[in-house]
């Protein structure tokens, strides 16, 4: 399965479960605060912003504009980051002065793993902490297929798979899986329907140790008036996907902003 091309950069930098934005060794690089590296926009003062503490966006809730209507406040604890900005903006008194990003990333933590042998992690990509998932979404354009066809063309790609990885259609945790015969495939290509989202979800896991799953969960939403997600984490079972991605929802719905002085003039999500 092929992921996309922000997914596949993702990859390596979601790996290390953190939020981080790629260094550059230029003297203008240099010269930027961390917050600007990681998309924050810090000098903004005003109504808008007050719900979010102190003067601006406050230390604990930067602000990031996901295209041009997708709004997010998210603690900084959740170590969120977009696209670099150069500098602050001249002035930012309202939603619509800060800059946009074409993308948001994450990471929480979540519990579904129980209790653990710290000698049982397995170490995936340098670094590993069970249940911690790195997130990014990207604003896409609304959708021209309906929920129905878009379960058409995932069912296309599944019977491609099947002839492509010589292997056997399984049912598994909720999931329809490819399971490869051939040893050289260790991840395994799964589809299924996510709560609230009548368009299927696709994921790959790979089967790191007896006690732990790599899952990269990787497809478009119509949520939000349509946003592609991509997520990473490790677990003690492919189960866990839906109640990561039910975690994920939950806070962005938390997070979600609504301009005070803007008119919507779109569905409310």
Request: neutral net charge; hydrophobic residues 35%; proline residues 8%.
């Amino acid at each position: 399965m092929k992921l996309p091309c922000a997914a596949l950069h993702l990859v390596s930098c979601l790996a290390l479960m953190t939020g981080c934005v790629k260094m550059e060794s230029s003297s203008p690089e240099e010269a930027l605060t961390p917050e600007l590296k990681a998309g924050w926009v810090t000098n903004c003062a005003g109504p808008e912003f007050r719900r979010f503490g102190g003067s601006g966006p406050g230390p604990d809730r930067p602000v990031f504009r996901v295209g041009a209507q997708l709004v997010f406040a998210v603690p900084r604890s959740y170590q969120p980051y977009a696209a670099r900005i150069d500098h602050e903006p001249g002035e930012c008194r309202k939603i619509s002065d800060l800059p946009s990003s074409y993308y948001l990333g994450f990471v929480f933590a979540g519990s579904w793993s129980g209790g653990y042998r710290r000698e049982d992690v397995p170490l995936v990509s340098d670094h590993s902490q069970p249940d911690q998932v790195g997130v990014m979404i990207t604003r896409e354009s609304p959708f021209t297929r309906s929920a129905k066809e878009q379960r058409e063309v995932e069912q296309m790609l599944q019977k491609e798979r099947l002839r492509d990885l010589h292997g056997v259609a399984r049912e598994i945790a909720g999931l329809t899986c490819i399971v490869p015969q051939v040893p050289y495939y260790g991840w395994v290509f799964c589809s299924g329907t996510p709560s609230g989202d009548p368009r299927p979800v696709t994921l790959q896991f790979l089967q790191t140790n007896a006690q732990f799953v790599l899952i990269m969960v990787d497809y478009d939403s119509s949520r939000y008036g349509g946003v592609h997600v991509f997520c990473k984490a490790l677990t003690s079972d492919i189960s866990h996907w839906r109640n990561i991605d039910d975690e994920m929802w939950r806070l962005l719905a938390d997070w979600k902003v609504l301009p005070l002085t803007e008119s919507q003039t779109g569905p409310r999500f």
